[in-house]
Nanobody
Framework: VQLVESGGGLVQAGGSLKLSCAAS????????MGWFRQAPGKEREFVAA????????YYSDFVRGRFTISRENGKNTMYLQMNSLNLGDTAVYYC???????????????????WGQGTQVTVSS
């Protein structure tokens, strides 16, 4: 599976961005999908995840209520709508795909087998 993120950029605090992740190479609906992020000097951390049917979602505490994850299996695309952005949201955001049979949880990096190259999100004051 190949993953390509888009939609990152520079935004003022309080603003919004919508990230997209386009998948190719295999049946998109076979995978759990997730968003992770990594800020300079920090480890990669879980942001949000969505199961293969789109009916189950997970969010980290620091984005719940501000970010919304969604997917369109017919378009092989996943999204992350980010609202009320703050300086702490500045990071490289990565799209990830994981096998349905994974023994790891949806929130763990080990639960994902394929990663995109990342897209930079910068929030300014």
């Amino acid at each position: 599976v190949q993953l390509v993120e888009s939609g990152g950029g520079l935004v003022q605090a309080g603003g919004s961005l919508k990230l997209s992740c386009a998948a190719s190479g295999d049946s998109f609906s076979n995978y759990r999908m997730g968003w992770f992020r990594q800020a300079p000097g920090k480890e990669r951390e879980f942001v949000a995840a969505i199961r293969w049917t789109g009916g189950t979602t997970y969010y980290s505490d620091f984005v719940r209520g501000r970010f919304t994850i969604s997917r369109e299996n017919g378009k092989n695309t996943m999204y992350l709508q980010m609202n009320s952005l703050n300086l702490g949201d500045t990071a490289v955001y990565y799209c990830a795909a994981g096998w349905r049979s994974s023994v790891y949880t949806d929130t763990a990096t080990e639960g994902y087998n394929y990663w995109g190259q990342g897209t930079q999100v910068t929030v300014s004051s």
